[in-house]
């Protein structure tokens, strides 16, 4: 059975989305998913034990060997991002039952757990797949299934932003086709390995440039790198909150993980550094992402869209790491990446908490949530603090880290503006503290009785489990720090 796990990683929750459609009961349909999402979680778990012990795993499909063959092929890095997916996945469905039932229809919710799933099988499936079209192939199945998470928010506009990702998600799934195709016609290959090994001897061609370029912008598109994350905003704020949660703590995520495999894992470190003048782009783009995502999240009076544009800010410090071309960037990169994906989560969901209560997510309904829900604005706090980069939280290594590759390089006007960057989440962060602790709670808001949790059991555990995780992988660093600079070492010493 261990040697079927790469497949089984994507099989399990792919298979259990139509099966969904069978149950009768919102709980049993929620119940299956769930433990879809857990099995799945403990693949990945398996797979990176596998990986750190024994190396790079290869499954070929149908016993078809590559390149001839679909090839699943899971190293370090890739261990490291299904681990990511599948975690969040199940944490944040654990949490779900109860602000699904709230915030949609009875006729919505089997709907949701199997567009959810859909969307799990498929980032976990652009993560295992070893070939470019079948990256694509899954990355349109993510995509469907967050279109319709998006679209069945409650309000109205979740259709609009669901449109709208719809419409940016099409362009950049067909730059990467397109850039996929190019390769395949100079190479005869779409087997990743067998890329790498082919594109040096074409590397002069000009439509391997172009393709580069395609396969760049459309990633970028699906990332939300800025300027090209018109559709995250929208998304993030309509969207039903455990959705918001779910996608904030892994699609991204997943893109960031697409640039960097097809950057350095195709086309190789030499190309890459070859074709574009990549630490002007990448650092000045990333800087861009960061101070003006802050700066438009400070003026923000819906959470959720505050935080989306946070993400905007903090894919730019991602960006960043990526554009410094180095070990050390790359893994202050991979290292924001996981724990970006445990601040955001946490802060997703604390706010389905407040939804649960308060039906909005606008600041005026954070007045006096100190005293009315103490634990969900505790954990309001700890996230935020873990965003702004205070020491002893997660955010604070992930940047400590950045401004070390930064330093290594002599950039100290770089170092310089990531500081000044993270001190911008302060203040949009303050904006969220405020209200709640030094602002009276509306009179017809009702207060926590004895020791009941303001927010139901099953969310306010999930909570503190990431809050709790977001303090811990702070102080404790060996597991994502010893990944991400294995994987950046790979990155930059063999290819994949």
């Known amino acids: ?40 979680g403990v693949i990945s778990g398996l797979l990176l034990w596998q990986v750190e012990t024994g190396g790079t795993l290869s499954y070929a499909l149908g016993g078809w060997q590559a390149p001839i063959g679909i090839e699943y092929r899971i190293d370090l890095l890739s261990a490291y991002l299904l681990l990511i997916v599948s975690a969040m996945g199940t944490l944040v469905l654990l949490g779900a039952y109860r602000s699904v039932n709230k915030e949609l229809a009875a006729g919505a919710r089997t709907y949701f757990y199997v567009a959810y799933l859909l969307c799990l099988a498929g980032l976990l499936g652009i993560v295992a797949a070893g070939d470019a079209f079948n990256v694509f192939v899954f990355l349109e199945i993510s995509s469907l299934g967050s279109y319709i998470l998006i679209s069945l928010g409650r309000d109205r506009r979740a259709l609009w932003a669901a449109f709208q990702y719809l419409v940016v998600g099409t362009i950049g799934a067909t730059f990467i086709l397109i850039g996929v195709g190019f390769l395949y016609a100079m190479t005869g290959t779409l087997n990743m390995m067998d890329l790498a090994q082919r594109i040096p001897s074409v590397s002069e061609s000009t439509t391997v440039l172009v393709a580069f370029t395609f396969l760049v912008v459309g990633v970028c598109l699906k990332l939300a790198m800025f300027p090209l994350h018109v559709w995250l905003p929208n998304a993030y704020a309509f969207a039903p909150s455990i959705a918001t949660a779910f996608l904030a703590a892994s699609a991204t995520k997943v893109a960031v993980y697409l640039l960097f495999r097809f950057s350095f894992g195709v086309f190789g470190v030499a190309l890459t ?48 790491g990526y554009g410094l071309d180095s070990q050390a960037g790359t893994t202050a990169a991979l290292l924001h990446l996981f724990n970006h994906a445990l601040m955001k989560a946490a802060l997703f969901m604390a706010l389905a908490a407040v939804v649960y209560h308060h039906g909005s997510v606008l600041l005026k309904d954070l007045a006096g949530l100190g005293t009315t829900m103490p634990w969900t604005a505790a954990a309001l706090v700890g996230g935020g603090l873990s965003l702004i980069g205070v020491p002893l939280t997660v955010g604070f290594i992930s940047k400590w880290y950045l401004v070390q590759a930064a330093l290594e390089q002599d950039l100290w006007w770089l170092a310089l503006l990531i500081v000044v960057g993270s001190l911008l989440a302060i203040v949009y962060v303050w904006r969220m503290i405020e209200p709640m602790y030094f602002a009276p709670a509306s009179s017809d808001r009702p207060r926590s009785v004895g020791n009941t949790p303001e927010a139901p059991r099953s969310l306010l555990l999930v909570i503190w489990i990431l809050v709790a995780a977001n303090l811990y992988f702070g102080i404790d660093t060996r597991l994502p720090v010893g990944i991400a600079e294995a994987a950046a070492q790979q990155i930059f010493g063999v290819r994949f």
């Open 1 to 40: 059975m261990l040697t079927h796990l790469p497949i089984l990683q994507v099989i399990v929750p792919l298979l259990a989305a139509p099966l969904c459609l069978m149950l009768d009961g919102s709980r049993f349909v929620w119940a299956f998913a769930l433990l879809a999402s857990l099995l799945a």
């Open 273 to 320: 550094e070859s074709i574009l003048p990549l630490q002007e782009v990448f650092i000045g783009l990333g800087l861009a992402g960061v101070f003006v995502a802050s700066l438009v999240a400070i003026s923000q009076h819906n959470i959720k869209r505050m935080l989306a544009y946070s993400s905007v800010a903090q894919i730019g410090y991602m960006i960043i």
